[in-house]
């Protein structure tokens, strides 16, 4: 289970960690930029997490409920996304809130999928292990 | 199902909640005045690309018509901190020549000078020698010439005047 969840999205995760901080170091944009281009990151990734955890995990209605996290974790970039180009639009008038925003929605979108895995896998009624 | 999806979902809010406390601890420990940077509006952005279009852009101007027109028209072509590139292609015009201050009559090329106008300029009735040449200063105002093309003129001619 522990590697499991360390292959899928810890290993991941670590690597947007990592450019994040490269990018930091030499991007011209400020830190904030920086941030915000983790958080769309992290839902790009997650959108990758969540097809890959319905691959060989045994529950009823899986179809169903594989598209509903995928279209959840859709939603949840494009959040990001509305964030990251509409922040003076929606009201948002500093640079910290956009990027805690975006990241906001890139960490929930990452987390639902181990969330998800573990549970699903650790429960004796719906997992398929 | 529904049970375990909304621990899912509260586990993952709650980790987003924690992480992003975390982060912003540590970055209002280590950067505090990043916290002030205010999200520029289009408005502002579009104000800020016209003032520094207006401030790269240059008068361009042919040595033609350079010759026919006073130092105070020169000036009152000028906005503020905008500078005057002149395009020469004739030497033998007298204004042109002062401008070099080359000597070589009969020479001819086609090349472009940046020259900053003094701010003076625009306050006193200044000469059009004395914008092209401010006072005190021993060769013509050439300090920020670039030439951006040139042929047929040798070298010693654009560096006498230019460099």
């Known amino acids: 289970m522990g590697l499991y969840i360390l292959s899928a999205v810890g290993l991941p995760f670590m690597a947007i960690v990592f450019f994040a901080i490269f990018e930091a170091a030499v991007s011209k944009g400020g830190l904030w930029a920086v941030l915000s281009g983790a958080g769309i990151d992290l839902c790009r990734v997650s959108i990758g997490i969540a097809g890959a955890m319905f691959i060989d995990v045994q529950i009823r209605a899986a179809g169903t ?10 939603i949840l970039s494009a959040g990001a996304m509305l964030i ?40 004796p009624v719906i997992g398929g292990h | 199902m529904a049970t375990n999806f909304l621990i899912a979902l509260a586990t993952a809010v709650g980790s987003a909640t924690l992480i992003l406390l975390v982060l912003h601890v540590v970055l209002k420990v280590t950067m505090p005045n990043a916290f002030k940077e205010m999200i520029s509006t289009p408005e502002q952005t579009v104000e800020r690309l016209v003032a520094e279009t207006a401030k790269a852009s240059a008068v361009l101007i042919d040595d033609i018509t350079l010759s026919a027109l006073s130092g105070k028209q020169i000036a009152a072509v000028l906005d503020k901190e905008q500078s005057l590139r002149v395009i020469i292609s004739d030497f033998t015009l007298p204004a042109v020549s002062a401008l070099l201050n080359t000597g070589r009559q009969g020479a001819r090329a086609t090349f472009v000078l940046d020259i900053k106008v003094p701010k003076a300029a625009k306050e006193k009735a200044l000469s059009r020698q004395e914008i092209l040449s401010p006072p005190g200063q ?15 003129v040798p070298n010693e001619t654009l560096c006498g005047s230019a460099c």
Do not use: H, Q
Not at chain 1, 65 to 74: K, N, T
């Open chain 1, 65 to 74: 409920f594989a598209a509903f996290v995928l279209l959840l974790e859709l």
């Open chain 1, 84 to 123: 990251d180009r509409r922040a003076g639009d929606m009201g948002i008038k500093y640079e910290y809130v956009k990027a805690f925003g975006v990241l906001a929605c890139g960490i929930v979108s990452m987390v639902i999928p181990v969330a998800l895995v573990v549970l699903v896998r650790c429960s």
């Open chain 2, 138 to 152: 021993a060769t013509p105002n050439l300090g920020t010439a670039v030439v951006e093309k040139s042929s047929g």
